[in-house]
């Protein structure tokens, strides 16, 4: 199997470089460090006599968030462990630079997954422990990996049902990179499942929970903040400034993590709830800020007024505010009554991460296809934190119930601040799992 990956990989690559590269131009920051993904690492010092050095691979924004705990328990409880880490993304690059770089003895680009480029880096890095983050399969990464004996974890491991059939549906040969994995610490127990059917043996997998609900929010913001913070996004009692410490603060509905056509069904259901008595702010995250000009269009289109986060803080109010930065998450969603979980509703698939804001205790509503996240939004229902809505009509009933219901949004908000604190200690769990490989 791993003869014809090699043999393909390029091929595959080229063909995908037309959808990808426009990706990547309007993404923008992939110049820098580019080489990097080719194999063109700077030298790093090997490390010193008994030191383990461990490389970290985690791609999104939050996969690198949730590895603050671990990294500090890390730090705890194995001082002599270095820690190298790789992403994909340049907006999780800088995310890590910002977050960790102090502690990082490398942070730098996954290399491209072919044979000459990996075992370049690999003769580089040189490490002790790879730790592979939810679900980063590379079949030349870990093959160069049991070339030179260093044990390979998958840790916060999922694998959606989607994947799973996907995997499944090749024969066993193709299934080969799963064997190469020393160990599963997966996020559920229907994710441990899923890689046991797919031929891992139950000894190497273990079951930790999902690493994101150790996260805590940061920075949980004053009400004096918070009321700055509506009024720079133009969805305050002013604009430009905080004008009415003792004014009310209009009711804002979340669009988090919105991927195309989301936005106008928001908008609609927004212009609905006016109708009905309710009018309400719009806050609108989009999942790819790069999507700016896209949304700028649509909201010239339907006339209503906007601002835009990246252009600083709103001058005057607005009617729907633009989230079109990164790694503010946790920040913007304090601003928000209801929060509508992006990429959950048709044509879309799979689901954004709804665990930031359950843990900030927002009434949490998502569409049919949280496929991705389907352990966490079982555990969310079962909570009473959070609701499904099955499409437009449901959404505008669901958020005119609890816009206009505080009582019922603060008993939905604090149980999902009761399930995020009941479900912590995968950290735990997870470096218990991988201290067998450190010591």
């Known amino acids: 199997m791993l003869l014809l990956y090699r043999l393909l990989f390029p091929v595959a ?61 890390l730090r705890q409880e194995h001082p002599s462990t ?11 690059y800088a995310l890590a630079e910002r977050k960790y770089g102090q502690r990082l003895a490398h942070l730098g680009y996954f290399p491209v997954d072919f044979w000459p480029i990996s075992r370049r880096v690999w003769n580089r890095l040189q490490p002790d422990l790879c730790l592979l983050m939810e679900g980063e399969i590379w079949p030349e990464h870990l093959h160069q990996a049991r070339l030179r004996g260093v ?22 040969p193709f299934r080969e990179p799963f064997a190469m994995l020393s160990l599963v610490v997966a996020a559920s127990e229907e994710d441990g499942q899923r890689f046991a059917r797919l031929g891992i043996e ?61 936005e106008r069904m928001l908008l609609r259901v927004a212009r609905k709830l006016a109708d009905h008595g309710l009018p309400c702010k719009l806050l609108l995250i989009p999942r ?50 209801v929060v509508f979980v992006g990429k959950s509703m048709d044509p879309h698939k799979g689901g954004q991460n709804p665990i930031e804001a359950a843990a900030l205790g927002k009434p949490l509503l998502f569409g049919p296809n949280m496929q991705n996240f389907r352990a966490v939004v079982d555990s969310l229902l079962a909570a009473k934190a959070g609701k499904v809505v099955r499409d437009e009509t449901e959404l ?34 997870t470096v218990d799992a991988i201290s067998r490989y450190l010591r």
């Open 82 to 92: 270095q820690i190298v880490m790789t992403t994909t993304t340049s907006t999780g």
């Open 151 to 172: 044990p390979t974890v998958l840790i916060n491991a999922r694998l959606s049902e989607r994947s799973f059939r996907r995997w499944q549906a090749l024969p066993r």
């Open 396 to 429: 505008f009933d669901a958020a005119k119930t609890l816009l206009r219901d505080q009582a019922e949004r603060r008993a939905i908000g604090q149980a999902a601040r009761s399930w995020h604190q009941a479900g912590k200690g995968a950290t735990r769990r």
């Open 288 to 337: 790819h800020a790069e999507r700016r000009g896209e949304l700028r269009d649509l909201l010239a289109g339907e006339a209503v007024a906007a601002h835009f986060r990246s252009t600083g803080s709103a001058e005057v109010p607005a009617d729907v505010a633009v989230a079109d930065t990164t790694g503010e998450m946790v920040r913007l969603l304090q601003a928000a009554d």
């Open 202 to 262: 139950t000894d190497r997998i273990v079951t930790s929970g999902n690493l994101k609900l150790d996260m805590t929010p940061d920075p949980i913001l004053g009400s004096v903040e918070l009321e700055r913070l509506r009024t720079d996004l133009g969805l305050g009692t002013g604009g430009g400034r905080v004008d009415r410490a003792d004014a009310s603060p209009p009711l804002v509905f979340a669009g988090a993590s919105t991927w195309p056509g989301e």
């Open 13 to 73: 690559l080229l063909a995908a470089l037309p959808f990808y590269l426009p990706r990547m131009l309007r993404r923008g920051g992939y110049a820098r460090h580019f080489g990097q993904r080719l194999g063109r690492i700077p030298n790093i010092p090997a490390p010193p006599a008994e030191t383990r050095r461990v490389w970290i691979h985690a791609v999104s924004v939050g996969e690198l968030q949730a590895l603050g705990p671990l990294l500090e328990m």
